[in-house]
């Protein structure tokens, strides 16, 4: 049997999901997808079950923009609950151990959080998305299956306390990719003299795109009973995801150039290894890779459905 052809529209862009609890980002994506009607979708970075918050998801051609976003920066709010450690980091968990709560005060917390920002070595939890030998380590630790994960360079830029009980603090992160929120806030309980899990965490900003951008699933449904026009008013252009990569303008020649993947000569000076590409008509055409010589090599060009 031959491969079915992928059904669906080729419509290209970006849409901010405040992302609900207890759904996992893939069963948020397919939904969205499906109210699309599209044709290929990705999110740019998987948020757990128990987590809420910003989930961006690339429609189509944005896709090919997604794994770049994947890698930028992300701001959170998290609460952890003191006293009980459980396997997975958070309260989907069971519970591994229990201990005493000792007493602290706002001063405490105040004087232990700068400990833990900054550039620092993190080994990522076993109930994660990473793959050991092709099996996703949460798969393993749900066997009672633990193997030795490497550390990974992480950046903690801030951390503020938001607010505190007798046995939770809640604190906003602002972190670089591969953080795991869930390990940190474990680290923090245990240096309170504690132990602790997550019982909230909520994702207020990813790549730059913001809470006041976010829709729910359903606030998305009720604009799908509009029709697919009204859904894709709500697209965000892709070639706003990557504000910081500088523009290059490419001549009618260039654009041809790029799209058989031949590198152009540009007369701009070199700001930036990674630049985003643009047509005369300032129509988005992907994202290049630029040397100090002014050679832009295409990276991912957008296929030009149109034509």
């Not at 009720?222 to 894709?232: S, T």
Request: a negative charge.
């Amino acid at each position: 049997m031959g491969r079915r052809n992928k059904k669906g529209r080729n419509i290209t862009g970006i849409v901010i999901i405040d992302k609900p609890t207890g759904r996992s980002s893939n069963h948020v994506l397919q939904q969205v997808k499906r109210l699309f009607d599209a044709k290929k979708a990705g999110h740019t970075g998987a948020l757990d079950p128990l987590a809420t918050g910003v989930l961006p998801i690339c429609l189509g051609e944005a896709t090919k923009v997604s794994s770049y976003l994947l890698d930028a920066d992300k701001a959170y709010h998290v609460t952890c609950k003191l006293g009980v450690v459980t396997d997975s980091g958070d309260s989907d968990g069971e519970v591994v151990s229990t201990s005493e709560i000792p007493e602290f005060d706002e001063k405490t917390l105040l004087e232990l959080l700068p400990r833990f920002t900054g550039e620092q070595d993190q080994v990522p939890p076993m109930f994660s998305a990473l793959k050991y030998n092709g099996q996703p380590l949460y798969k393993l630790a749900r066997q009672g299956i633990e193997v030795e994960r490497k550390s990974r360079r992480i950046t903690i830029y801030d951390i503020q306390l938001l607010s505190f009980t007798k046995d939770s603090f809640t604190l906003a992160v602002r972190c670089s990719k591969g953080t795991y929120i869930r390990t940190l806030v474990e680290d923090i309980s245990h240096a309170l003299g504690s132990g602790g899990h997550v019982v909230m965490l909520h994702r207020v900003a990813a790549a730059g795109y913001t809470q006041a951008q976010a829709m729910t699933v359903e606030q998305l449904e009720a604009v799908a009973e509009q029709g697919l026009h009204a859904l894709d008013a709500e697209l965000l252009p892709t070639e706003n995801a990557l504000p910081d990569w500088p523009a290059i303008v490419a001549t009618d020649e260039m654009v041809i150039a790029l799209r058989h993947g031949q590198t152009i000569k540009v007369e701009q000076e070199f700001l930036s290894a990674n630049v985003r590409l643009f047509d005369a008509e300032n129509n988005f055409l992907g994202l290049g890779e630029m040397s100090e010589q002014s050679v832009v090599a295409p990276k991912r060009v957008f296929v030009d459905h149109e034509q």
